[in-house]
């Protein structure tokens, strides 16, 4: 049974899997029952623009592959809406708060547009964990490039000048900066939209 309602999953083949095969590959090498395991357990979900895929007090039971589309991070104090992380295809996105102690998300998980994902249950991952313990040495390599992102959203945040922000995000992720809506690029940048729109400005004239 699906277990996003009103979302459509499907059991996967070998052509839905082999984008996800290849990107965990990159990390360490998959065996092949590694790889049969996922073909096996991973399955289709499509999520539209604005759908949540985890809201915040939630228990997260997933862990998510795009395919295809964006997805963003965010939180809420009050009626504000804080952005604080973007990501987008080829990557993977699940509550690291909640993964291991099933404690309840304190983020939202968010489709930026409409999205294509490979989905796997944290039941499956823990008997991925098990029956194949050379798996976790991928999930390690994974958890230190995460961290690392981390890090450099923190040196983000931490920058006071404007347009040094907005520069460190385009280098980042300047492949997504034409197709996130520019009030979630400022939010994440702790800006407000009306300074994000001065310095994109005032950076495009420097390059005119």
């Given amino acids: 049974m699906c277990p996003h309602p009103g979302r459509t999953c499907e ?25 049969e395991f996922l073909k096996k357990h991973a399955y289709r979900t499509s999520f539209l623009k ?3 895929l985890l809201a915040a007090g939630q228990v997260c039971e997933h ?5 295809k589309g964006s997805v963003r991070g965010f939180i809420k104090e009050g009626d504000k809406d804080i952005t604080t992380w973007i990501t987008a295809e080829n990557e993977l996105v699940t509550s690291i708060y909640g993964l291991s102690k099933k404690r309840p998300a304190l983020e939202n998980m968010q489709a930026l547009e409409d999205c294509e994902m490979l989905t796997l249950t944290l039941a499956d991952l823990e008997n991925l964990y098990l029956q194949f313990p050379e798996f976790n040495i991928v999930t390690r390599k994974l958890l230190e490039r995460y961290y690392q992102d981390a890090e450099g959203r923190a040196f983000i945040a931490r920058l006071t000048n404007a347009e040094n922000k907005y520069t460190q995000f385009l280098a980042k992720y300047g492949h997504l900066s034409n197709r996130i809506p520019l009030k979630y690029i400022a939010s994440f940048l702790g800006m407000t939209l009306e300074t994000l729109s001065r310095v994109r400005k005032r950076l495009s004239s420097k390059r005119a």
């Fill in 11 to 35: 059991r996967k083949t070998l052509s839905d899997t082999s984008t996800l095969i290849a990107t965990l590959n990159y990390f360490h090498p998959l065996s092949e029952g590694v790889q």
């Fill in 50 to 52: 604005g759908d949540l």
């Fill in 63 to 67: 862990i998510y592959f795009i395919k």
